[in-house]
């Protein structure tokens, strides 16, 4: 079955601290993936995509996650939080005209 | 620019009454259109996509339904709206300038049956 597993459900950080969180996805072949985040009180949005090239791809606000298709992995990272990290974040795989999500990771930065 | 429409943004219901969400996009052409289920822990859970007028593809067996009359819009429906029904639905749209793959999602509408 096509599906999108994230590794924790809560994280807790300190501003300045480093991120990564886990996402692992089930084989599908050719797959495009996405990380979405969504800050309190907003709307869904896209953080960051890979389709193919360089399996390590920059994101806006400082975000990267790198593509090991070895482990169906596509890890999100940010070196350093700021407290306005402070979101909800998705990551999804596309099979065909699908994007599953997985269940989302809730990030709290403390400042 | 795109724009995607929803509403209404709140409902709440009696168990067993009808639904009825609408959502439209502007602004583009054949767009690619969904449905989600947004639940806290579970993700976001995809319960209906269109590729065109009067093509539905639905993934979860439910008590709901979805229509697409035209182009640019996405209906969701039930006739007997069950407890379990209650939650945040999302409507996004992919396609046209903003690359076939990415999803825009709207507002959303937060069901409550009671």
């Known amino acids: 079955a096509q599906s999108v597993s994230q590794h924790n459900h809560h994280v807790i950080l300190s501003e300045a601290a480093s991120l990564e969180l886990g996402c692992n996805y089930s084989y599908g072949g050719t797959v495009n993936l996405f990380w979405y985040v969504q800050y309190p009180g907003q709307h869904l949005q896209l953080l960051l995509k890979?389709?193919?090239?360089?399996?390590l791809v920059k994101g806006i606000k400082g975000f990267e996650a790198e593509f090991i298709k070895s482990k169906f992995s596509f890890n999100l990272r940010k070196p350093s939080v700021q407290w306005s990290d402070t979101a909800e974040y998705f990551c999804a795989a596309e099979y065909g005209n699908k994007l599953v999500f997985g269940a989302g990771t809730i990030l709290r930065v403390k400042s | 620019s795109q724009t995607i429409h929803q509403w209404p943004a709140t409902l709440v219901q009696p168990v067993g009454s009808p639904l009825s969400l609408e959502c439209t996009v502007e602004g583009t052409s054949n767009p690619n259109l969904y449905w989600y289920r947004q639940a806290a822990g579970r993700g976001l859970q995809l319960l209906f996509y269109s590729v065109g007028i009067g093509q539905i593809s639905s993934e979860v067996p439910q008590n709901l339904s979805a229509s697409r009359p035209q182009d640019r819009q996405f209906i969701l429906s039930s006739k007997k709206l069950l407890l379990s029904d209650s939650g945040f639905y999302l409507c996004?749209?992919?396609?046209?300038?903003?690359?076939?793959?990415?999803?825009?999602f709207g507002a959303g509408s937060r069901l409550t049956v009671l």
């Open positions: 996004a749209w992919s396609g046209g300038f903003s690359g076939a793959n990415v999803l825009t």
């Open positions: 890979y389709f193919s090239g360089d399996p």
